[in-house]
């Protein structure tokens, strides 16, 4: 105790004229905010602006391009292109139901059934994405080869024979068909499912699913009733998460399918990348940001969960 | 028929456990194909089939011209993405949780959009910019593009982690003699620490594997990402799948040497 | 220790004096403008329910919360613009706020090493002797128990020498029976070192136990202060009557004065209280509300009523409910006069008669009666209070 008899060094009283600290980070926030906000602003933003007044411009790469509000560029662009916007919503769609399907039952399995296997489960969903994207996307041109071990499954159950009558695969054929760009979307874009359904999983208390099931809840209802309501959030930003990346997606439909399954991001790249002609793809590329901006507020506004944003 | 009900008991308690792990090697199946690839010596440019047992590759991962060099370049402009991402985010995320100011709102907004936004059309206007400008395509227009897209990334992982902090803690140190900047040196970065190297993380992984947005900002720059894309082309060289195996094995070994510290280090304390 | 003590008291700059002090949030006014003085060495409290701006007073001396008026003077220095890192002044936070990031060892050095002293070795371990947790100086705070994380808090205070230690609900966390070994726990420190303590809390016996002075506080404003058993014996207000243990408090009207005695009259009966201890202006014919604790109440039978001492205010009842608690029997009586009359008696001959339905007089002598003010709810303080249930309950 001898410590607290000796007296302290005094501490230097401050004049009291002096404003408070506190008062001078009013400031404080602004400087923060700037440099990352006017990143944003100048690389996210302006190029937005930048793009809307490049697809009313006329003119050719030679003579340059003059803003003359040609608003034609947009119903020539659309009419044109409109299958291919149809066909990237509807593989999307269909990876973005498939991811669900796919991704509940292994986020289920890792919030409430892993046990001590947890952990490794868990890195085992990251760890791939360490390898490359293209690289794991070019491995399913080697899984789906025409007579390799999938396609001879497919064949002998006669799937293929119902895929094909539905037109999602040709002849005896997986690869280059929209059964392979959509298995690839669903492949590459699944942890991106995974991972929201899991922390909304990992929050339920698991004493909801003993209150229910004392209260004379079957296990399908205590699945209907409890956790999959509970789960909505992650639901919600999984399909987001999913959906979004998966409609402007070009890789797969390159890698893994043919002309027949082009997507609209393969028309924007090509435009831009290929045939250079900048008014169009400006137009294309703005007429997907306007659909799928639409699609995300009607669906996030309906799902009632806005804490997204 | 015991056996049968029993089983057909097991099979429906487990359906779930079942479903789930189906859809673990469906995830897992492409990486099992690249490890097994990277052993291959195949025919002709493509490694899509599978010929003869050969480690070739693995003696010689940058046998393959321009593939290393790519390989560096991604990693370089991965690194100061990082960077500048996690400085950028994390400045922002002390801003919405620390402080009330104007235009709260828009800044939000700004900050959610480009995650809602698919990468094409973030790669087009981007490019529509630079073109405007006139700015050489290369690894400046792809490190801005790249600090562009991790940032908000990284302002939400941070956020998250700073909005959980007890404010207590800060007045704790404020109260102990701590000024502003000892109060945040010494007890908001610490205790914000795993929330940015989260963003930090994420920023290098998003960095590293983008495609879409190099693609159209690169010119004639070639990230290893790239690279595989023009062989997808030209043709696959084995090398590819060493590194992409290499990447796979070494991130799972740094995880688990991590967990076992961390585990090890939990026990000796408590 | 009493070098430190004495020295404190001679240099006599160790009061904390509030002097208009009000905090305003919007509309909302958590504290109105309030002055208080809290002497050298003191143990004092600020009691109420939560939400009655008593922690917001608190934060206002360790400077975490600017006030909107007034100052705030730690002995002879005006405080009220210095940001916390400059106020001699520590605080131990409700859950503590203990830093996870550092061990116990650092937690506790924190405040030594932020003004610059090095050698905090000798300190630190002196310290943690003090709050006998040496052994534990490298763990983590989540790896002690609640009691052991109360008791670094304090540590990590009371190292710095501050001239007050304030104490923000520090028990609010732990059990009944730690809270009780804590409770004499902190007043053994608090003599031991001689530092003035500021405690709040909503708990009316910690508050009594431990505190040389108790603020009553409601709705922003100090009801009334003073020790312990001067607020028991003599509240001000309704709130205090109740919020302090137990009181009866029966409507009455004044009839007369004898002498400095005034006679009421409450349902017929006819009741005398000193006038000192009448906080109410006594106009005959004005209202009145005349209280009187439990435990001063005697029962008696009605059959004995004539043995009944003289001078002695006197109520008749039925009994409508006992309880058997062990050192005492509690019982709540019918009365003309009020509807649920408690009276607690000592368990040291019981009557087998006062069982419910008995027809009783209750008598008390006319010094342990008080008088409050008619114009105030009978049930401010009480659990019907909707401000002091949520307290009560926590």
Known sequence: ?309 | MVFVTSFKNWFKRNLVVIAGLLTLAYLLLPNVVVTVFSFNKPNGRFNYEWQQFSTDAWKDPCGVAGLCGSLSLSLQIALWATLGATALGTAIAFALVRYRFRARGAINSLIFLPMAMPEVVMAASLLTLFLNMGAQLGFWTILIAHIMFCLSFVVTAVKARVMSMDPRLEQAAQDLYAGPFQTFLRVTLPIAAPGIAAGALLAFALSFDDFIITNFNAGSTVTFPMFVWGSAQRGTPVQINVIGTAMFVIAVLFVLASMVIGNRRNRRKA | MTTNTTKNQTDGGGDVRLAGISKTYGSFTAVHPLDLTVPQGSFFALLGASGCGKTTTLRMIAGLEEPSGGTVHLGDQDVTALPPYKRPVNTVFQSYALFPHLDIYENVAFGLRRRGIKSVKKQVGEMLDLVQLGEQARKKPHQLSGGQQQRVAVARALINHPKVLLLDEPLGALDLKLRRQMQLELKRIQTEVGITFVHVTHDQEEAMTMADQVAVMNAGRVEQLGAPADLYENPRTTFVANFLGTSNLVEAEVDSRSGDDVVVKAAGDKLVLPGARCSAPAKTGGKVLVGVRPEKISLTHADDAGAIPEGRNRITGRIANTSFIGVSTQYVVDCAACPEFEVYAQNIDRDPRLAPGAEVVLHWSPAHTFGLDADQSVLAGTMGDAGVAEGEAA
């Not at chain 1, 007296?7 to 926030?29: D, F, I, M, N, V």
């Not at chain 1, 916007?85 to 919030?111: D, E, H, K, M, N």
């Not at chain 1, 099931?213 to 959030?233: H, I, Q």
């Not at chain 1, 435009?271 to 900048?278: E, G, H, I, K, S």
């Open chain 1, 1 to 309: 105790m001898s410590t607290l008899t000796e007296a302290p060094p005094p501490l230097t009283p401050a004049a009291p004229e002096q404003t408070p600290p506190r008062k001078r980070g009013r400031w404080t926030p602004y400087w923060l905010l700037l440099p990352g906000i006017l990143w944003l602003v100048v690389f996210f933003a302006a190029p937005m602006v930048y793009q809307a007044s490049t697809s009313v411009q006329t003119g050719s790469l030679e003579e340059g391009y003059k803003v003359t509000w040609h608003f034609v560029t947009y119903w020539d662009a659309v009419s044109e292109y409109w299958p291919q916007f149809l066909r990237s919503v509807a593989y999307a769609a269909s990876a973005t139901v498939l991811c669900l399907l796919l991704g509940y039952p292994l986020a289920y399995l890792i919030a409430f059934r892993a046990g001590r296997w947890r952990n490794l489960i868990m890195i085992l969903v990251i760890a791939p994405f360490f390898t490359s994207f293209l690289i794991r996307t070019l491995a399913w041109k080697t899984i789906l080869a025409d007579g390799g071990p999938v396609v001879g499954a497919l064949n002998t159950l006669h799937v293929l024979d119902v895929t094909s009558w539905l037109g999602w695969t040709s002849g005896d054929r997986v690869l280059a068909t929209p059964l392979a760009v959509v298995c690839g979307l669903t492949y590459n874009f699944l942890p991106f499912m995974i991972l929201p359904l899991y922390t909304s999983l990992e929050r339920i208390d698991g004493r909801l699913h003993e209150a229910a099931g004392d209260l004379y809840a079957k296990p399908s209802t205590v699945f209907r009733k409890v956790t999959f309501p509970l789960s909505m959030p992650g639901v919600v930003s999984g399909t987001l998460l999913t959906f979004i990346p998966a409609t402007g997606d070009y890789v797969n439909a390159s890698l893994l399918g043919s002309a027949d399954t082009g997507m609209i991001g393969n028309v924007i790249q090509s435009q831009f990348l290929r045939v250079l002609d900048y008014p169009t793809a400006a137009a294309l590329s703005f007429v997907l940001m306007a659909a799928i901006l639409a699609m995300v507020t009607f669906y996030i506004r309906k799902s009632g969960t806005e804490d997204l944003v």
